[in-house]
């Protein structure tokens, strides 16, 4: 059984630092490309962040290029993703999920094995 579990997120002021990490079991993690979610209420989820299988490639969404950055330890089936330069905009839940497809820019219906989520609030 194929199982993501997000961690790292919580309260921080304005202009502050989170770094979220995902851990998958169950799957090959290596094979799958991994991406970040996120969900604001009464928003649609958008895909924040998504890095290749090989961590060659990555996407960001125009609205966290240069604040946030993806990475992952294949060893560790495990991807990160640094915040920094918070924004209130970025108050929401991120979820990781896994696909083995990569586009650019991703589609989420292509990310399966989708994490509970963790919260992240961003206060002004």
């Known amino acids: 059984q194929v199982q993501a579990v997000e961690s790292g997120g919580g309260l921080v002021q304005a202009g502050g630092s989170l770094r979220l990490s995902c851990t998958v079991s169950g799957l090959t993690f290596e094979h799958y490309t991994m991406g970040w979610f996120r969900q604001a209420p009464g928003k649609e989820r958008e895909a924040v962040a998504c890095i290749k299988w090989s961590g060659g490639l990555t996407y960001y969404a125009d609205s966290v290029k240069g604040r946030f950055t993806i990475s992952r330890d294949n060893a560790k089936n495990t991807a990160y993703m640094q915040m920094n330069a918070l924004k209130p905009e970025d108050t929401a839940m991120y979820y990781c999920?896994?696909?083995?497809?990569?586009?650019?820019?991703?589609?989420?219906?292509?990310?399966?094995?989708w994490g509970q989520g963790t919260q992240v609030t961003v206060a002004s």
């Open positions: 999920a896994a696909s083995l497809i990569w586009r650019s820019p991703p589609y989420t219906p292509d990310f399966h094995h």
